[in-house]
């Protein structure tokens, strides 16, 4: 089989004849359907990501995984042949076959073509969890999804949007359509006008989506007692700041995945899909990434 390998960090993508793996006990082998570009995969590649992420080399990249399953390895019970399933990896679904722990998987959902439902466990994951764990959002509530064009900032808008909260995004002019059909009320087009401007009062959370340095600067957002949660960097807030603050790191947790999947079902939460390519774009995707040409969820299929 063909898998998308980094053989060094920093080095270019290769693509590397492997043997079809064998499942483990507890684990799955999975002829993959597709899995989804993730932003930090540029950072893994370039060795950013090392300490916090040590992987062994070569590795094959793709943590989102959607497949069905073709064999069952020792002591799996979870799952029969011919199950569609997805879930977060540790590396490897960027291939023709990966082999998975059962213990990560949970039935795909039935009302979107299994390609597309590649675009949900990382990125639904990590908003599920800020809107729900780390932030707290209940109905009535003023949040401010900052950095809403992108795979996380979509869902993260829908699902605070299914707590009832009143939604107002930062994104720009390429991704206003997108966020308003995801059930954005107000949309602040941050690059005419500073989000400060833009706002006529302070919210009550702050879901911190972007690279934007979650620090001091952003405390006149949010009104004082009020939350922000930082996904993509650290929160950096003084002491004598009375707001709660957080840096949020997705935990894999199929228990919330399958929550998701329910309301994608549903159809209270819906994919972003904004373009679907061979495996063998992945370099470009890369690519477009480093530049800042991306938006929504990339499907690549083997």
């Known amino acids: 089989m063909k898998a998308a390998r980094i053989r060094s960090f920093g080095s270019a993508i290769s693509f590397d004849d492997l043997p079809i793996p064998v499942p483990a006990p507890g684990e799955v082998l999975l002829e993959v359907a597709a899995t989804s570009f993730n932003p930090t995969e540029v950072a893994l590649r370039s060795g950013v990501l090392a300490t916090l992420f040590p992987i062994a080399l070569p590795f094959t990249l793709g943590w989102d995984v959607a497949g069905t399953v073709v064999a069952l390895g020792p002591d799996v019970d979870r799952f029969a042949l011919g199950d569609r399933v997805i879930g977060v990896l540790d590396g490897g679904a960027a291939a023709a076959y990966v082999a998975a722990p059962a213990s990560r998987l949970v039935h795909a959902p039935v009302t979107v073509p299994l390609a597309h439902a590649a675009a949900i466990p990382l990125a639904g994951l990590t908003a599920w969890q800020t809107v729900f764990e780390h932030a707290k959002v209940v109905a009535g509530q003023r949040v401010l999804v900052n950095g809403a064009g992108g795979g996380v900032g979509g869902y993260a808008v829908q699902l605070a949007k299914h707590a009832g909260a009143h939604v107002i995004a930062t994104a720009s002019p390429r991704s206003h359509q997108a966020v308003l059909a995801q059930g954005a009320d107000d949309i602040i087009d941050y690059t005419r006008t500073p989000v400060t401007e833009a706002l006529t009062e302070p919210v009550d959370t702050i879901l911190n989506i972007t690279g934007f340095p979650a620090t001091v600067d952003i405390v006149p957002w949010v009104r004082p007692g009020g939350t922000i949660i930082s996904v993509s960097v650290p929160v950096t807030l003084p ?20 929550h998701l999947v329910d309301l994608i079902d549903t159809g209270a939460v819906t994919d972003d899909i904004t373009e679907t390519h061979p495996l063998t774009a ?21």
């Open 239 to 258: 002491s004598t700041v009375d707001i709660h603050a957080a840096h949020m790191v997705m935990r894999n947790d199929p228990n919330d995945l399958r």
């Open 282 to 302: 992945l370099p470009h995707i890369h690519h477009r990434a480093e530049t800042g040409d991306i938006r929504g969820k990339i499907i690549l299929h083997p």
